[in-house]
């Protein structure tokens, strides 16, 4: 019964451990960049991105545990720029920013824009 115990509390350990090592975030050098992909616990991905001289920059994208994409944009050299897009259910937001800050906000609703902020 103790070896069952002790084997048991091993297989438990072993899938803890694996588990905790999927949810790790990758880094890998492309070129100048360092492209990031990081993960749920569940070990889908939560965020896939891009580092240039320690600064966010280029596409990002995230993810919900699902695998569902809830939303994309740009950074140039750690600040949002442009056009954003939030998926909430059957909705998407077009977030425009400047300079990190939001300039402009559209919801799309059944293919109908809705301006919430101008």
Not at 53 to 73: F, N, P, R
Not at 93 to 108: G, K, L
Request: proline share 2%.
């Amino acid at each position: 019964m103790k070896k069952i115990m002790i084997i048991a509390a091993m297989l438990v350990s072993a899938g803890v451990f694996a588990q905790k090592t999927e949810a790790e975030p990758r880094f890998e050098k492309e070129g100048n960049l360092i492209k990031a992909t990081y993960y749920h616990d569940n070990g889908t991905i939560a965020q896939t991105g891009f580092f240039k001289a320690g600064k966010l920059h280029g596409e990002w994208q995230s993810y919900d545990i699902e695998g569902k994409k809830v939303a994309t944009g740009k950074y140039d050299k750690g600040q949002k720029t442009g056009k954003w897009f939030f998926w909430s259910g059957e909705q998407l937001n077009e977030v425009t920013f400047e300079d990190s800050r939001i300039v402009n906000v559209v919801a799309w609703s059944e293919a109908k824009p809705l301006v919430l902020n101008k």
